[in-house]
């Protein structure tokens, strides 16, 4: 990942709507979940979930399907990686300590 890139999308998730939006869609997984539910989940309207997620949408952050009426989106788990390995890139200097908390910090 290019840090031009890198900087599109830590923009995109500095707004707390659209990071509650993100976390939300990490969590349902790859089935993702559909605008109405997003919004009732994240307690915000679907006018604006629908906006933030065409911005998230744009900045390779989330996929988007149709299912019948709905759209469904999910997160792309291959952006958020690319992100995740560009920020940690020869992490820690060698410290194994910070390693392992960097490693407890991640697990699922």
């Known amino acids: 990942m290019k840090a ?3 900087v599109k999308i830590l ?3 500095a ?3 659209r990071l509650a939006l993100l976390q939300t869609l990490v969590q349902a997984g790859e089935q993702g979940a559909s605008v109405s539910s997003l919004a009732e989940t994240t307690g915000q309207n679907l006018k604006t979930v629908s906006a933030q997620l065409q911005g998230m949408a744009d900045a390779g952050l989330v996929h988007v399907r149709r299912a019948g009426k709905q ?3 999910a997160a792309r788990y291959e952006t958020l990686g690319a992100l995740f390995g560009f920020i ?3 992490c820690c ?3 194994q300590d910070l390693l392992a908390t960097i490693r407890r910090a991640c697990t699922c």
Do not use: K, Q
């Open 93 to 95: 200097g060698g410290h």
């Open 71 to 73: 759209m469904i989106y």
């Open 88 to 90: 940690m890139h020869d």
């Open 11 to 13: 923009s995109v998730l």
């Open 15 to 17: 707004h707390e709507g």
């Open 4 to 6: 031009d890139t890198a």
